[in-house]
């Protein structure tokens, strides 16, 4: 063959690798693995049907945990329901549009951002989150570290402060700075700095390092670190002015509502008590339970009194019309 067809040979025989190598590309399972998903969804069984039925969950650490802690329960979910349901991940500041563009169609989220967006969009409590040995009910906490000389809430005055969020973060700060003003001291001005940090974790680190003098987090997050080893035991802070009650865990400001499970105002009524009586069916110890990190699931409880603490604080609602 002569160096010309030779060449040419190559050249043909490039044009068509190319080609194969383009299809390859685009090809559906290819161009599956190069998309970005927007929601993880509970694998739905064979026997399912129709419509996904969207369920939005208020991420707390990751979409990939709020995953593997609710995938269980949206797929009992469908077996109670015969729907197939995609989950949703919200995050603080888009849950409120997530509901105002209509994109959901049941929820589960902090019950301060729950009481706001049933004011706005008139959703429907189905059931409130109990957990293991807490139930119904949690709190917030101020916490130093154990060898501070803060010992009075009166010594809070021009200290370094972290919170979650000042306007979102119920157990994270709100339940905190609702509980300090109506004891005469206002976080916003008798602090000697008052910042938001994302992650009650670093709150803590942050307090124990001296990076902070005072920190605002949640009950039962000093213990989930204890568990998983980020910190050594409950010793290495103290709670300031502990509540006396007989709470399981040790706190600080009054206790509010847990979590509510809620339906948006156009969701199909027959599923939204299909799904509501499917909650409350869920036995102890079921593994949706137990991923979940629940002990059951109860009525919707009383959340009066969020309600009186949102209009005492004049909490700014995160309506995406605003």
């Not at 026997?47 to 039925?53: E, F, N």
């Not at 500041?93 to 049941?106: P, T, W, Y």
């Not at 998983?228 to 509540?243: H, K, M, Q, T, Y």
């Amino acid at each position: 063959m002569s160096l010309l067809l030779k060449q040419r040979a190559i050249a043909a025989w490039l044009a068509v690798a190319c080609i194969l190598s383009l299809a390859a590309c685009n090809s559906p399972a290819n161009l599956e693995t190069q998309t970005t998903p927007t929601l993880s969804t509970a694998n739905p069984s064979p026997q399912v049907s129709g419509t996904p039925v969207r369920f939005g969950i208020l991420v707390i650490d990751s979409a990939m945990s709020a995953n593997e802690r609710y995938a269980p329960l949206l797929r009992y979910l469908e077996e109670a329901t015969g729907r197939p349901f995609e989950l949703v991940p919200l995050t603080q500041d888009s849950q409120f549009g997530e509901v105002a563009a209509g994109n959901l169609d049941f929820m589960a989220n902090n019950p301060l951002a729950a009481v706001q967006i049933r004011q706005l969009y008139k959703t429907d409590f189905l059931v409130t989150y109990s957990r293991p040995r807490t139930g119904t009910q949690f709190s917030g906490l101020i916490i130093v570290r154990r060898d501070s000389e803060i010992q009075t809430l009166e010594d809070l005055r021009d200290q370094k402060v972290a919170c979650i969020n000042f306007q979102k973060a119920a157990g994270g700060c709100v339940f905190q700075i609702d509980y300090l003003r109506q004891r005469g001291i206002d976080p916003f001005r008798d602090f000697s700095s008052f910042v938001e940090n994302k992650s009650h974790d670093n709150i803590v680190l942050a307090v124990l390092n001296g990076t902070i003098d005072v920190g605002f987090i949640r009950t039962g997050q000093l213990e989930k670190m204890v568990e998983n080893g980020s910190i050594e035991n409950l010793d290495v802070v103290r709670v300031l002015a502990p509540a006396d009650d007989d709470f399981w865990l040790e706190h600080t400001t009054a206790l509010y509502p847990e979590w509510p499970v809620v339906a948006l105002k156009e969701t199909d009524r027959q599923l939204v008590q299909t799904v509501k009586t499917a909650l409350l069916a869920l036995p102890p110890h079921h593994p949706a339970l137990k991923a979940a990190q629940l002990e059951r699931f109860v009525p919707a409880t009383d959340y009066s009194e969020l309600e009186q603490l949102i209009e005492r604080l004049q909490l700014k609602r995160g309506d995406a019309r605003e």
